[in-house]
């Protein structure tokens, strides 16, 4: 059976990570708008890799399943990478929560039922989950462990009306669950890790940068340690580490890649986001 890499999200990040890690197997490509799943398609299948792609909705645990089905009726599942996510700018609270925090869970939970010995999966999260004030122990084990169904029902999720809040909540869960069901991936032999990227110049991020939140994004990036935002291809490098036989000893772990901005927001010029509801 060939080895598959699955890719839920086919944005700019996800494709990145893909181009490093899907030469020479078969690549399934998969997002909730058909159109930009064909398009990812015909440009990997101009590059030389072999795709199939497919339509996912990860805030419905049957079209999960589905996709599940359809990547293992292509051979052996090696690699899954999750890049499907909502913004604060794009989104409802309730929308967020059930994509980003409920969808990425059921994913997890799902391909780690079939996930190949020697695989790996890749959570994509964000710098947002890393401001978010201290939770209680009780309520990180919970997004750690709770039943996946039992995720939105949490009473410290209950009323929330601010979108960027429940971002910061989806992101810190998905950097929960990867630890929390990290084991769980260990009993197939496989390794679970993400990566919290900060601003990476992508639509998504272009849209962030028009949006509300815009010039305090510009002015977060002008002061940043690295002075600049990120690019696709900076976490794809990072990516590929983590998904290659070089990283066998690292999982359950999550990687911030921000340009120094996690770090200077609780210790250096960016600690004015934290005054007021600038946590950006």
């Known amino acids: 059976m060939q080895d598959v890499?699955?890719?839920?999200?086919?944005?700019?990040i996800g494709q990145a990570i893909a181009r490093r890690v899907g030469a020479g197997k078969k690549l399934v490509l998969a997002d909730r708008v058909k159109?930009?799943?064909?398009?990812?398609?015909?440009?990997?299948?101009?590059?030389?890799?072999?795709?199939?792609?497919?339509?996912?909705?990860?805030?419905?645990r049957a079209s999960i399943a589905q996709l599940v089905n359809f990547a293992c009726g292509l051979g052996s599942i090696k690699g899954v990478i999750n890049a499907a996510g909502v913004s604060p700018s794009q989104a409802s609270v309730e929308q967020i929560l059930k994509v980003d925090l409920y969808g990425t869970a059921v994913v997890i939970e799902?391909?780690?039922?079939?996930?190949?010995?020697?695989?790996?999966?890749?959570?994509?999260s964000s710098q947002s989950g890393h401001r978010l004030p201290a939770l209680s122990p009780e309520e990180n084990a919970k997004l750690a462990?709770?039943?996946?169904?039992?995720?939105?029902?949490?009473?410290f999720l209950q009323g929330l009306t601010n979108t960027l809040l429940a971002y910061q909540y989806s992101k810190r869960g998905n950097v929960l669950r990867v630890a929390g069901q990290c084991s769980m991936w260990s009993e197939r032999g496989a390794r679970?890790?993400?990566?919290?990227?900060?601003?990476?110049?992508?639509?998504?991020?272009?849209?962030?940068l028009k949006g509300p939140r815009g010039e305090g994004y510009r002015k977060m990036l002008a002061q940043c340690p690295c002075k600049r935002a990120g690019t696709?291809?900076?976490?794809?490098?990072?990516a590929a580490y983590l998904m290659s036989d070089k990283a066998q000893f690292i999982?359950?772990?999550?990687?911030?890649i921000d340009g120094g901005a996690?770090?200077?927001y609780f210790y250096g010029n960016l600690r004015y986001l934290q005054q007021g509801n600038n946590s950006l």
Do not use: C, M, Y
């Not at 990566?195 to 962030?208: F, K, M, Q, V, Y």
């Open 5 to 12: 890499i699955v890719l839920i999200g086919t944005g700019f």
């Open 35 to 60: 159109d930009n799943a064909i398009a990812a398609a015909n440009l990997f299948q101009d590059a030389g890799f072999s795709v199939d792609w497919t339509t996912v909705d990860i805030a419905e």
């Open 110 to 124: 799902e391909f780690g039922k079939v996930i190949a010995e020697g695989g790996s999966g890749l959570i994509i």
């Open 145 to 155: 462990t709770a039943p996946t169904e039992e995720l939105l029902h949490l009473p």
């Open 192 to 208: 679970l890790n993400a990566i919290s990227p900060g601003i990476i110049i992508t639509p998504l991020a272009r849209d962030e």
């Open 232 to 238: 696709p291809d900076e976490v794809g490098d990072l």
């Open 251 to 256: 999982t359950g772990s999550d990687f911030l």
């Open 262 to 264: 996690t770090a200077s």
